[in-house]
T-cell receptor, first 116, second 112 residues
Framework: KAGVTQTPRYLIKTRGQQVTLSCSPISGHRSVSWYQQTPGQGLQFLFEYFSETQRNKGNFPGRFSGRQFSNSRSEMNVSTLELGDSALYLC???????????????FGPGTRLTVL | QKEVEQDPGPLSVPEGAIVSLNCTYSNSAFQYFMWYRQYSRKGPELLMYTYSSGNKEDGRFTAQVDKSSKYISLFIRDSQPSDSATYLCAMRGSSNTGKLIFGQGTTLQVKP
């Protein structure tokens, strides 16, 4: 079974631009979460989607948004990029929402975003 | 103060050593505890998760939770150079959210 895939793997943008990152969960998984990883702050939760609905949101500004499609694929968007948005963006999928399923979240390889 | 504290290391041990990795937490609402391994330029890989206080073993890995002390550990027996990676602890509270709170990660190097 294929793992979580994320595209693109690497991205370079300039300040003020916007970016869209894509995540395809493991086949059959319906819950997708997004995390930002930086050397200073570590892994921080961005948001979680299940059945095309955002179920939970982390403490990030409104420039960070996401959505989930009916096939469970998810995208996240960052508008008006800032230098501090440079990070590894990871998505994780789990079979469903709730209970034990949330304890088994599988991560993709991430998208490395560099903002110049 | 962060909700989850983890010594970033680096930790360097000889091959075959027993490795102990630890995290402390402040939020008593955390009920579920995970350990992830992350190799350079890869995403985190789930090693194991635990729920209650006590030990859980999986091959060379043993996870230990002490809720009264708000302290969790991961032990690696017979460490191998292939275990060299960053180890991240993660936790979550109620069953209704998948939001994980991560420690900073401990970088481990196992020398042949």
């Amino acid at each position: 079974k294929a793992g979580v895939t994320q595209t693109p793997r690497y991205l370079i943008k300039t300040r003020g631009q916007q970016v869209t990152l894509s995540c395809s969960p493991i086949s059959g998984h319906r819950s997708v979460s997004w995390y930002q990883q930086t050397p200073g702050q570590g892994l921080q939760f961005l948001f979680e989607y299940f059945s095309e609905t955002q179920r939970n949101k982390g403490n990030f500004p409104g420039r960070f948004s996401g959505r989930q499609f009916s096939n469970s694929r998810s995208e996240m968007n960052v508008s008006t990029l800032e230098l501090g948005d440079s990070a590894l963006y990871l998505c994780a999928s789990s079979l469903t929402s709730g209970g034990v399923s949330y304890n088994e979240q599988f991560f993709g390889p991430g998208t490395r975003l560099t903002v110049l | 103060q962060k909700e989850v504290e983890q010594d970033p290391g680096p930790l360097s041990v000889p091959e075959g050593a027993i490795v102990s990795l630890n995290c402390t937490y402040s939020n008593s609402a955390f009920q579920y505890f995970m350990w992830y391994r992350q190799y350079s330029r890869k995403g985190p890989e789930l090693l194991m998760y635990t729920y209650s206080s006590g030990n859980k073993e999986d091959g060379r890995f043993t996870a230990q939770v002490d809720k009264s002390s708000k302290y969790i550990s991961l032990f690696i027996r017979d460490s191998q150079p292939s275990d060299s990676a960053t180890y991240l602890c993660a936790m979550r509270g109620s069953s209704n959210t998948g939001k994980l709170i991560f420690g900073q990660g401990t970088t481990l190097q196992v020398k042949p």
